[in-house]
Nanobody
């Protein structure tokens, strides 16, 4: 079992920045593929970013590429999502997800076993 707890959400003006954190417990972070997803009101949950477990390389949704950066600190069992140049369309609940093992990029929510409770990000125009 893996427990995930997100933090760092809030209200920010367009053009601003936020850093989300996801603290993992239950299994070593290095044994999991980690990802970030988001869900806006009235929309389906969508992929944001992931880190490939084998080599630490990252993959991003086109909508956030160049603005968001995902990182992981295995020693702290924490993953981060640095979000810069935020836009109103980034407003959503952001979820951290973990998949046991894995050696590829995983961009579908059904590919992940564990989920955090989510943290709200609101970007005002």
């Amino acid at each position: 079992q893996v427990q995930l707890v997100e933090s760092g959400g809030g209200l920010v003006q367009a053009g601003g920045a936020l850093r989300l954190s996801c603290a993992a417990s239950g299994r070593p972070l290095s044994s999991n593929t980690m990802g970030w997803f988001r869900q806006a009101p009235g929309k389906e949950r969508e992929f944001v970013a992931t880190i490939r477990r084998s080599d630490g390389s990252r993959y991003y949704a086109d909508s956030v590429k160049g603005r968001f950066t995902m990182s992981r600190d295995n020693a702290k069992s924490t993953v981060y999502l640095q979000m810069n140049s935020l836009k109103p369309e980034d407003t959503a609940i952001y979820y951290c997800a973990a998949r046991s093992g894995g050696s590829d990029y995983y961009t579908h929510d059904y590919e992940y076993n564990y989920w955090g409770q989510g943290t709200q990000v609101t970007v005002s125009s």
